[in-house]
T-cell receptor
């Protein structure tokens, strides 16, 4: 595996389900990001982790819960979601959480909430 | 609040022609990024612009940054079909060297016709 991988690629869940999205980066980077890309809004930053510590929470509802157990893995735990949470969720990583560092994106998880 | 606006949002052009995509942003920043996204795929980094007057070129694409005008342009020269994609600009609203918080534009969907 190379670059940034995400699983699953597609997920359909009910509003009462609990599921998790997984991201893994094989680049040796120290910063990881979750973004939401929905049809009617620009790509939105959700969370930033730097050296496994959460450094940014962009006013995301608590039904989204991130976890970064080590610098290579990032999870997004989902519970009690709403239909408006249906979107493409993208993970990214960069060498450091620093100005000018290039972010590398994964392929995304297409989430549908019924 | 930082706002990033791209125009046009949709662009259909013929092969061989030149065109420019514009990215305006509302507050001071000297760090701007351009990405490409193919349908169903993730974002690919194209350019990182880190200072006023920065100009970068890769093949038929050239990006520039004017921080005083809060404007970046992505110029396409002699377009070819392979450049059909959605192009995003993103501005870093992070304060100081240790932070990177990207705010994305809405994207410009470019279609190049034979």
């Amino acid at each position: 595996e190379t670059g940034v991988t995400q699983t699953p690629r597609h997920l359909v869940m009910g509003m009462t389900n609990k599921k998790s999205l997984k991201c893994e980066q094989h680049l040796g980077h120290n910063a990881m990001y979750w973004y939401k890309q929905s049809a009617k809004k620009p790509l939105e930053l959700m969370f930033v982790y730097s050296l496994e510590e959460r450094v940014e929470n962009n006013s995301v509802p608590s039904r989204f819960s991130p976890e970064c157990p080590n610098s290579s893995h990032l999870f997004l735990h989902l519970h009690t979601l709403q239909p408006e949470d249906s979107a493409l969720y993208l993970c990214a990583s960069s060498q450091q959480w620093a100005a000018g560092d290039e972010q590398f994106f994964g392929p995304g998880t297409r989430l549908t909430v019924l | 609040e930082l706002k990033v606006e791209q125009n046009p949002l949709f662009l259909s052009m013929q092969e061989g022609k030149n065109y420019t995509i514009y990215c305006n942003y509302s507050t001071t920043s000297d760090r701007l990024y351009w990405y490409r996204q193919d349908p169903g795929k993730s974002l690919e980094s194209l350019f990182v612009l880190l200072s006023n007057g920065a100009v970068k070129q890769e093949g038929r694409l050239m990006a520039s940054l004017d921080t005083k005008a809060r404007l970046s342009t992505l110029h396409i020269t002699a377009a070819v079909h392979d450049l059909s994609a959605t192009y995003f600009c993103a501005v870093d609203k992070g304060q100081g060297p240790g932070a990177q918080k990207l705010v994305f534009g809405q994207g410009t969907r470019l279609t190049i016709n034979p």
